[in-house]
């Protein structure tokens, strides 16, 4: 596989906290690449230190197969990066921020920044500092997408937008896809990684815990069955692949191991099926399995399948 | 109509909160308020007994009257009428040589205080959770002004205090020496009040805050030298024509000083009134929808947006280097009304008077250029704390080209204004005199290598210890410091060599010395290198 962005036990330590412990993150070639986790998690330090910006303390970190902190300055010129919290120069307006980072890049395609601004509804004859949250980000992003590269790195890039530039933003990152490029997509909203990427990983306390396609993810975790039975069906609360069990009279809800479906279906069968649902996990209660313990400890009940 | 109602329409509601606020605001700034108050009382507690010390005796401070009467040693200082009294009150004296520096001190700490507890709050939005509470729109603006007058009363105390040791004047003495503190810190808290509804951003609202100081500086320089009119134009001013510890004592000027902070306070009131919550009274314009051809670089940006600070400092510096040279112009006049002895004790390594005015003017104009250049590396840092540079940091761009490209900006800031201030002393003070127009360019270019080791000190603090801000201020006031009080406070030697200024020699009253020069540029480039070398290794740390 040829991968864009790879880690291999990445360390980064500020201090006594450590902000990545032993992280590995693989990122192919072409491919939309949603980056989960919440706040404080470790999403944005991992960009950084592909940025070059901070130095790793143990492991590797390779950009387009080179290190990132040697060869930062001509890695950007493939890469353009949309950070979490857009912070713009006060006195410049958004159409002089968004000329000079194309500049800083080698030159800036007009057409295409004009289409963008008449896209995301950014006036660019704002000066920074009466711009508002989503309109400085609209500025980071209209900077990115307007720049000819290979890679996105976008770090929480719709927190400040609304639906309607959030919909234009899905858009964008369709068509960069469509160019062939790689997207790194860092976010904690679960329906826009949903909607746009192909693989994921979900990055907790610094640690990568679970990686791959959202297929692959769907098939590893439970599904939700409900069923309303023709007859009593027994034994089912102790089939091992079968959890969270609610029976009420002919009515069934559980959700069940993928591993264990056929199985129960067949135990089903046998008593009789009047009605029947099944659904596929939604990333939300994928990512959910993975902070149970953390909700459970700020007192929220577990959300998976329920 | 309801009671609460009723308090809205008659106006009082627009102070409700205030004491809500004032605690608030309080508890926000007690370290400020402290480290500024400890710092300026601190300051004039040490001096006190330092001076005491020096000029025991009548003649010592006679001797040092014929030194301070000249109009140069009077611009930097204060009205002659302090010098007449040196002799028979270390008081006057005192308050002679300190009332400029710590009332200008004083009016920093103001500015910077009003500024921080209106504008930039309102700027940063931390104010907008406020507003929504039953809180008048007047009530932070009231509240600030209550905790400066509060703090100028503090101030005012501590100084007094620190003053009761001094010699020559009544009972009353100490009382009007703090008086005149806690006056200037209400007319600037009041000044800057007016300059918080000005524009929408803090730092313009600091910048037109320190343009007055700035302007009450030159005004109370130019009236102290020649006894005019001048110095009734400027705040500080006012606190030096109170003539404290001197047998002309008065305490009427602060009176107009008490006058013009009202009056101020009140104009602040009601254009609070006038304007819309986050906008200042001067409508933000829309800018260019594309940048120049020329914004294409990292160097091109940092240049870009330095470049206000860039023309304060040569604006800053050709007014300085004018009003100086005006009082250069008028040193021979001085010099003719001279005794023989009072010739001896100014006479510098046997030069002439107007060289040795002109080796005092050049330095203290190479030192002033110095800060604009220590303040361009300030931004350079600021760009990292508020997270304005990952942008750039993001973009095909090396460490040297950012951050590094806040060294050339800073070098060029400190080399330009430096150049102006000096072409600004000889061209008001020896216009007709090519001789003496030559000295002071050579001694003005002389000035350099020292400039460019503080900037190169400083840039290379901010590379490898990006966290020690006080860095930068410690370099840049210990320079002050060497020149201003080093003889004043009898520092050693080996204290005062830190100071690259201390190894240019005093040119054109002396000579200078061209090796000192090579050594110093080779420190500068040495220093940038290492600077430069720190920028590579480090992480930047973006919020």
């Not at chain 2, 009530?139 to 001094?166: E, I, K, M, N, R």
């Not at chain 2, 330095?306 to 009003?323: H, S």
Request: charged share 20%.
């Amino acid at each position: 596989m040829n991968a864009v962005i790879r880690t291999e036990n990445l360390v980064k330590r500020f201090g006594h906290v450590t902000a990545l412990d032993h992280l590995n993150l693989e990122v192919a070639q072409g491919e939309t690449h949603g980056f989960l986790g919440p706040n404080g998690a470790g999403k944005s330090t991992t960009i950084r230190v592909l940025l070059g910006m901070l130095r790793s303390d143990e492991g590797r970190a390779e950009l387009f197969g080179a290190d990132p902190w040697k060869d930062a300055a001509e890695l950007h010129r493939r890469l353009a990066y949309v950070p979490g919290d857009v912070a713009l120069w006060p006195g410049l307006t958004g159409g002089e921020t968004i000329d000079l980072l194309g500049r800083l890049r080698g030159g800036v395609d007009k057409g295409k920044r004009d289409e963008l601004l008449e896209r995301f509804d950014l006036d660019p004859r704002k000066k920074g500092r009466s711009y508002s949250k989503g309109n400085r980000q609209k500025v980071a992003l209209v900077a990115a997408f307007a720049a000819d590269v290979d890679l996105l790195l976008l770090d929480e890039p719709t927190s400040g937008l609304d639906p309607l530039m959030g919909a234009v933003f899905n858009e964008c990152v369709k068509e960069a896809a469509a160019q062939g490029r790689t997207v790194l997509l860092s976010s904690h909203i679960m329906s826009e990684v949903e909607a746009l990427c192909e693989r994921v990983s979900i990055i907790r306390k610094g640690v990568i815990v679970e990686t791959g396609s959202l297929a692959e993810m769907r098939h590893l975790s439970r599904s939700r069955l409900r069923a309303t039975l023709k007859n009593p069906v027994r034994g089912l609360e102790d089939h091992e692949g079968v959890h969270d069990l609610v029976a009420d009279g002919l009515d069934i809800d559980c959700t069940v191991d993928a591993s264990a479906l056929d199985d129960v279906l067949a135990q089903l069968a046998v008593a009789g099926v009047a009605g029947l649902t099944c659904e596929p996990p939604s990333l939300e209660q994928i990512f959910m399995r993975f902070y149970g313990d953390e909700l459970a400890a700020s007192g929220v009940h577990e959300g998976n399948g329920k | 109509m309801t009671a609460a109602a009723a308090e809205i329409e008659n106006g009082l509601g627009t102070l409700a909160g205030t004491g809500k606020i004032l605690r608030f605001q309080l508890r926000r700034s007690r370290l400020f308020l402290f480290w500024w108050i400890a710092g300026i009382a601190g300051f004039t507690w040490m001096v006190v007994p330092v001076i005491t010390e020096q000029y025991q005796t009548e003649a010592e401070r006679a001797g040092f009257a014929a030194t301070m009467s000249s109009p140069a040693m009077l611009s930097m200082s204060g009205p002659v009428e302090y010098v007449h009294a040196y002799a028979e009150s270390v008081g006057a004296l005192f308050s002679h040589r300190m009332l400029l520096w710590t009332c200008a001190m004083t009016a920093v700490m103001f500015v910077l205080l009003v500024t921080r507890l209106t504008r930039a709050d309102e700027e940063t939005s931390r104010s907008e959770v406020i507003r929504s509470l039953p809180i008048g729109r007047r009530a932070d603006l009231a509240s600030a002004l209550l905790v400066s007058v509060g703090a100028a009363v503090v101030l005012g105390g501590l100084l007094a205090l620190a003053a009761t040791g001094l010699d020559g004047g009544d009972g009353a003495s100490p009382l009007l020496f703090g008086a005149a503190h806690t006056a200037v810190g209400i007319v600037f808290a009041g000044l800057t009040a007016i300059a918080a509804q000005l524009s929408e951003n803090a730092s313009t609202s600091t910048g037109y805050g320190l343009a007055a100081l700035g302007a009450s500086v030159l005004f109370a320089g130019a009236g102290n030298a020649e006894g005019n009119w001048a110095t009734w134009l400027s705040p500080v001013g006012w606190s030096q024509l109170t003539y404290v510890y001197t047998p002309q004592e008065r305490w009427w000027p602060l009176l107009v000083s008490l006058a013009v902070a009202v009056g101020s306070v009140l104009v602040a009131f009601a254009m609070v009134s006038r304007r819309d919550f986050g906008q200042g009274m001067m409508a933000a314009r829309r800018g260019r929808a594309t940048a120049k051809p020329g914004l294409k670089s990292a160097t091109a940006l940092t240049f870009r947006l330095t470049r206000g600070l860039i023309w304060t400092g040569v604006i800053t510096l050709v007014l300085l280097g004018m009003a100086y040279g005006s009082v250069l112009g008028g040193a021979d006049d001085f010099a003719d009304g001279l005794s023989a002895a009072q010739k001896e004790i100014l006479d510098r390594g046997g030069s002439d008077l107007k060289a040795s005015f002109a080796t005092t003017f050049i330095s203290i104009n190479a030192i002033v250029a110095a800060l604009f250049g220590v303040l361009v590396v300030g931004r350079g840092r600021k760009e990292e704390t508020v997270g304005r540079g990952e942008l750039v940091a993001a973009a095909p761009v090396t460490r040297g080209g950012w951050p590094g490209s806040y060294l050339p900006a800073a070098l060029f800031t400190a080399t330009a204004t430096n150049l102006v201030g000096g072409l600004g002393l000889a061209a008001s003070g020896a216009s007709g005199d090519g001789d003496l127009f030559g000295k002071i360019a050579i001694g003005t270019l002389v000035q350099l290598p020292a400039i460019w080791v503080l900037i190169a000190f400083v840039f290379a603090a901010f590379a490898w210890l990006p966290r020690a801000g006080w860095l930068r201020w410690l370099a840049w006031t210990w320079t002050l410091l060497v020149v201003y009080f080093g003889a004043l406070l009898d520092l050693p030697e080996w204290a005062m060599a830190i100071s690259p200024f201390d190894h240019l020699g005093n040119y054109p009253a002396e000579d200078f010395s061209a090796a000192a020069l090579v050594v110093l540029t080779v420190i500068a480039a040495a220093l940038a290198a290492f600077g430069h070398l720190g920028l590579r290794r480090r992480n930047l740390s973006f919020n």
